[in-house]
T-cell receptor
Framework: NAGVTQTPKFQVLKTGQSMTLQCAQDMNHEYMSWYRQDPGMGLRLIHYSVGAGITDQGEVPNGYNVSRSTTEDFPLRLLSAAPSQTSVYFC??????????????????FGPGTRLTVL | KQEVTQIPAALSVPEGENLVLNCSFTDSAIYNLQWFRQDPGKGLTSLLLIQSSQREQTSGRLNASLDKSSGRSTLYIAASQPGDSATYLCAPGGDRGSTLGRLYFGRGTQLTVWP
């Protein structure tokens, strides 16, 4: 298993540009999410998905879009990059709540992160 | 909203010491709690997962306890080594009316173990 993979590892954008951060997992996890990590702050949830075709907003969703067309992939789109979006982005996945409470394997797995700089 | 506090924010100790890292959270309606370590410039590595019905979990020199009713978890590191140097993050999963699968993070404890 490759686990959770993210591409690219590093990216520099100019203000106003758009781009997509890729995330994929090969563990057949229902739940996937995106976090951002900024210095001096804890990780904050951007968007999440509880299954293919279902997404919802987290704590800091503005300026980001997501879609979930397959179980494996959960891309994060920056529509018009701003300097405030300079951050490290992490994708995570896990089994569903129902699987956890029925005694299935738990815990979230994180990707290696994408370091994004917006000039 | 779930708030997570980790104490101390930073810790510097000589090799061999037994350590205690503390985590508190405001909403006890969680379904699990995970401890992670993060090395500089790297992603998060899961260390231990405690389900809400459990009191503790152990893995090697690591032991994590959970007191859900008081909103506290503690990570014990026995016989610390320089390789343990990293930031340790506590993440309770869920709260009242929570998003399924959501984790809440504290700012972490930055640990340095010197030889």
């Amino acid at each position: 298993n490759a686990g959770v993979t993210q591409t690219p590892k590093f990216q520099v954008l100019k203000t106003g540009q758009s781009m997509t951060l890729q995330c994929a997992q090969d563990m057949n996890h229902e739940y996937m999410s995106w976090y951002r990590q900024d210095p001096g702050m804890g990780l904050r949830l951007i968007h999440y998905s509880v299954g293919a075709g279902i997404t919802d907003q987290g704590e800091v969703p503005n300026g980001y879009n997501v879609s979930r067309s397959t179980t494996e992939d959960f891309p994060l789109r920056l529509l018009s990059a701003a300097p405030s979006q300079t951050s490290v982005y992490f994708c995570a996945s896990s089994y569903s709540f129902l699987t956890l409470t029925s005694g299935g394997p738990g815990g979230q797995f994180f990707g290696p992160g994408t370091r994004l700089t917006v000039l | 909203k779930q708030e997570v506090t980790q104490i101390p924010a930073a810790l510097s100790v000589p090799e061999g010491e037994n350590l205690v890292l503390n985590c508190s959270f405001t909403d006890s309606a969680i379904y699990n709690l995970q401890w992670f370590r993060q090395d500089p410039g790297k992603g998060l590595t899961s260390l231990l997962l405690i389900q809400s019905s459990q009191r503790e979990q152990t893995s090697g020199r690591l032991n994590a306890s959970l007191d859900k009713s008081s909103g506290r978890s503690t990570l014990y590191i026995a016989a610390s080594q320089p390789g343990d140097s990293a930031t340790y993050l506590c993440a309770p999963g869920g709260d009242r009316g929570s998003t399924l699968g959501r984790l809440y993070f504290g700012r972490g404890t930055q640990l340095t173990v010197w030889p």
